[in-house]
């Protein structure tokens, strides 16, 4: 039997758009339907209006930990025009988790932005770290209770993501390539037709990141920092100094940013390879997932160490979990991943909690097909109904044992 530290949090992970619908204010809303190969998101799984029954589904497992978004699009639809009722509605959702003894993560920034901040430029305008505080000021009111927040959601997808949109509207790519479906157009063989992210880009998130922490802190007391897409990369044969170069460029750059932050999110899927051209696309193989990445449980304790070794800061996990249609294989992946984590932690990694991607299957990000949740929604139901996995139960009891035994 594993144990983990006293007071871990344990827990499940959404973002608002993902699984909330008719975020009609919202860039994503825009861009959806007009590029090849990208779904509609639409209702999603209506999770603005069943938020309660998703969070008491959590709860009743015997998981003690929520992190969701709010929306900025739903916030400030129009530039300058706060919505009370947008504000109200994510004070309701804090409370409701508090109710049931959940400690609130809050995420303010999950890859979506109000249309009217991406037609200035989104990130890429000079005055963007100013107009993110000033969104960032504007939700410290309902913050109250709230010890977790996220200032924004992997900066180094989302920089590789402003990249991909600026090369299709410069005609250079034409086909949209969702940040977590990966396969025959994956985001790896992106990585190597076009430039890693440039400094540039990624620089641009880190100043509005810095811009926000300190009024986070000031007025609300809640720890601050951001999460990583981590890739734990090894290196092939004779290509050590390239693994150096790839990761600094699509991780390292943005974990060396958290300095000065009072944790560090670990988002951890899979393992990857860097040759002398930069990131092996993933092999294909009958055990690959559904969003074509290598079953790699064994790369969320490798994440999580060098995350730790490179910034000495808490770790929270964030995101893990794994894209199947197989309940079963769900639980062992996620066993495996744990056992990973308690050997981090056990090599003294200080590791504050984990949070399963994702509490619902749901809109990922231009396709429905890839389903990571605990719980499965029928969509075509009027109510939305929900239906707890197997693996929803089995995390719960974990968490209920603080422990992990194989």
Known sequence: MMKFPEGFLWGASTAPHQIEGNNLSSDWWAREGLVPGM???????????????????????????????????????????????????????????????????????????????????????????????????????????????????????????????????????????????????????????????????GQRLVDAHHAVRDIIRERTGARVGWTVANQALTSTPGNESRLIEVRHDWEDFYLDAASGDDFIGVQSYSSQQVDENGLVPHPDHPDNTLVGTAYRPDALGMAVSHTWERTGLPVLVTENGIATADDARRIDYTRAALNGLHEA??????????????????????????????????????NFDRHPKPSLGWLGDVARRNSLTN
């Open 39 to 201: 779904e509609l998101s639409g209702d999603a799984v209506d999770s603005y209006h069943h938020y309660r029954d998703d969070m008491r589904l959590l709860a009743e497992s015997g998981l003690n930990t929520y992190r969701f978004g709010i929306e900025w699009a739903r916030i400030e639809p129009r530039e300058g025009q706060i919505s009370r009722a947008g504000l109200a509605h994510y004070r309701r959702m804090i409370d409701e988790a508090l109710r049931l003894g959940l400690t609130p993560v809050v995420t303010l920034h999950h890859f979506t932005n109000p249309r009217w901040f991406a037609e200035q430029g989104g990130f890429l305008n000079p005055a963007a770290p100013a107009i993110f505080a000033r969104y960032v000021t504007t939700v410290t009111e309902i913050l109250d209770g709230v010890d977790w927040v996220i200032t924004m959601n992997e900066p180094n997808m989302l920089a590789m993501m402003m990249m991909l949109q600026e090369q299709m509207r410069a005609g250079q790519q034409n086909e949209w390539q969702s940040p977590t479906v990966e396969g025959d157009s994956s985001r790896d063989q992106i990585a190597a037709s076009l430039p890693t992210p440039s400094p540039e880009f």
């Open 345 to 382: 932690i056990a090599a003294g990694a200080d590791v504050r909690g984990y949070l399963h991607w994702s509490l619902l299957d749901n809109f990922e990000w231009g396709h429905w097909g890839p389903t990571f949740g605990l719980i499965s929604v029928d969509r075509t139901s009027l």
